[in-house]
Every structure is written in C-alpha cells, then in structure tokens.
C-alpha cells in the first residue's frame, strides 16, 4: 500500500471514515470525497495530515451531478500525479416502497449506488490501467437478498454487483475489480432500525451474532486493494454470516 493514491467518494465519515484511516495507516494517500460532510471531511484531513503531511486532499462533488464526475478523477490525479485505485463507497440509502416511488427517488438512490460508480470507474480507467490498479465498490447482501420495502436501493446495489462484474471483464487485465458486499455493520441514521428489538432480530440472523465494525470493511477493502492480486470480478460477504442465513 505504501505510495499508492486512492481515491475514495464519501470517504468523511462513518464506514468511509474508517476506511480512510486504515489505507492511510498502510502507507496510502488519498483523495477523500465528500458532498456534504465539510466538517467531518476536514476534520479528518487535518488528523490524518497530522501523521503524515500532504498525504490526504479534499475534494466536494455532487455524485448526481453526472458531468462532474470526470472533473473529480482529473482532481485526484493532478494532485499527486496518479491514480492506484477506486473505492466507491458514497451511496444514500432510504426506502420506497412500491406505490410511493417517485423519479426522484429512483434518480438519487440509482444515481448514487450505480451511475456515479459507473462513470467515475470509466473516468479513472486510463489512470488506473497506467498502474495495474484497481476499483473497490461496495455492494450489499441486499443486492442478492433483498430488504423488504427498499425496491430501488435493492435495484441499485443489484445493479452495482452486476457493474461489478463487468467492470471486471471490460478492464482486465490491467485493472482488477471486485466488491465488498456489508452486513450489519453501522445501523443507518434513520429508518425503523432505531427500535432495538428490530435490530436485535437482524444480529440474530447473523452466525456470529454480533453486528461487524467499520473496520470489519476497512480491512477488507485493504486487501483487495494491496493483497488480492489474483482476485477480480468477485464480491466478498463481509456480514458475520447473515447471507447464509436469511
């Protein structure tokens, strides 16, 4: 991981955060995205620059801002030069259920979860094939087992283990692609997970029966990044079980 540049879109907090910390910690500068986490974004900046300076740059985008997406890798690049690797990590998350969907829900959840990985990996290829680097999505073992009242969140992450794939197909061999697919790692912000027992009934449904750690996805976006070499087109379960036993 030493030297490599990696850029990461809503890298400012929660299990992006984490990843941020854990790259930089293995060597890795970085281009840390964020739409509207200035605080966070900046505050983690100034510790991780405190540890190494220079080593990590801001950069704000809208993600549903298609034309910008292009604009966001030529800023990772010209900053320090190159690009090792993508990790896809922004995404929004809210339900719809069916008889309430809206366009905009659809433009925002697709948006986010599918299209700007899509033509952000198409902007960073050329760099990427440049370093035999690699693309990181983060999916989610709702992408195959779909949560209940969530019908474009689920399409979407669908959606994004199948770009996975044929990123991975498209890009070889110069560039690997693989996925991470969350359990439950972080209870969302809002939503019915509030109640505990709602939450208890999914730590249950896990063979570990416990939720995960933000770090539980850091480390394993470390490894495809820097230790999976002969690893590509696949979507690794990071979810103490919970997909085996829906």
């Not at 990461?8 to 910390?21: F, L, N, P, Y």
């Not at 060597?27 to 983690?44: D, F, N, T, W």
């Not at 033509?119 to 035999?132: M, V």
Request: hydrophobic share 40%.
């Amino acid at each position: 991981m030493q030297g490599k540049v990696i850029l990461i879109t809503g890298g400012a907090k929660r299990v992006g955060a984490a990843t941020c910390r854990k790259l930089h910690a293995q060597g890795a500068s970085l281009i840390v995205h964020y739409r509207g986490s200035a605080g966070e974004a900046q505050a983690l900046q100034t510790e991780l620059n405190q540890i190494r300076p220079r080593s990590v740059a801001l950069v704000q985008a809208d993600l549903l801002d298609t034309a910008r997406l292009s604009g966001l890798v030529d800023e990772a690049v010209n900053h320090f030069g190159k690009l090792d690797a993508l990790v896809n990590n922004a995404s929004s998350f809210f339900p719809t259920p069916l008889g309430e969907i809206t366009e905009k829900m659809w433009d925002d959840l697709i948006g986010s979860n599918l299209k700007a990985p899509l033509f952000l990996s198409q902007a960073a290829a050329p760099h990427l094939r440049k370093q035999h680097g690699c693309i990181v999505n983060i999916v989610d073992i709702h992408a195959e087992w779909p949560l209940k009242r969530y019908v474009v969140y689920n399409s979407a992450k669908g959606g994004l283990a199948a770009l996975t794939r044929s990123l991975a197909q498209e890009l070889g061999p110069e560039i690997r692609v693989n996925g991470i697919s969350p359990g439950p790692i972080l209870w969302p912000e809002n939503g019915e997970w509030k109640e505990e027992a709602a939450r208890q009934h999914i730590v249950e449904r896990t063979l570990l029966k416990r939720t995960g750690e933000p770090d539980d996805i850091a480390r394993t976006v470390v490894f495809l990044i820097g230790d999976a070499p002969y690893i590509t087109g696949q979507i690794i379960a990071v979810d103490g079980g919970r997909s085996v036993n829906l």
